[in-house]
Every structure is written in C-alpha cells, then in structure tokens.
C-alpha cells in the first residue's frame, strides 16, 4: 500500500498543474464538509475528514499556499 501511496505522489509532482485547480479542489471540499452536517455517525466523521483533507490539499499544493508565500517573499 505504501509503495502504491509513494507511486502516485511521484505522479502527482511530476504532472503540470491545470489554471484554477487549487479552486476547485477547495470548492469540493467546502461542498464535502457543508454535506457532513446532513450525515451521521461514521458517515459525517468522513466527510470531514475528506473536506478537511481537499481543503489542506488546496491550499498546500505545490502551486498553492506555499508558491504565493515565496512571491511575496522575493518581492519584498
């Protein structure tokens, strides 16, 4: 499971981004997390384990929270 795990974010880092990407990843996981409060039990612990993980994803990406910090960091 690990090496399958390990294979795709190789793939994932190697692939170009897509314009609005980190959005929409940010958009879905808003929606999930909003659905959770329509669930139950196991059902709404995943859904926000899912939001909050699409949300971090979005932000944190590679073309995400951390590209914007250096931009403004070399700006300055």
């Known amino acids: 499971m690990g090496q399958l795990l390990n294979k ?10 897509f ?4 959005l929409i990843v940010a958009t879905v996981g ?3 997390l909003r ?4 669930r ?3 059902g709404r612990m995943l859904a ?7 949300l971090a994803r979005a932000a944190s990406g ?7 910090t250096r931009l403004l ?3 300055r």
């Open 8 to 17: 795709l974010k190789e793939f994932d880092r190697r692939r170009p981004s």
């Open 19 to 22: 314009p609005g990407e980190h």
């Open 30 to 32: 808003a929606s999930v």
């Open 35 to 38: 659905s959770a409060g329509r």
């Open 40 to 42: 139950s039990g196991v």
């Open 48 to 54: 926000l384990l899912l939001g909050g993980a699409l």
């Open 62 to 68: 590679r073309d995400g929270l951390p590209s914007l």
């Open 73 to 75: 960091a070399s700006g």
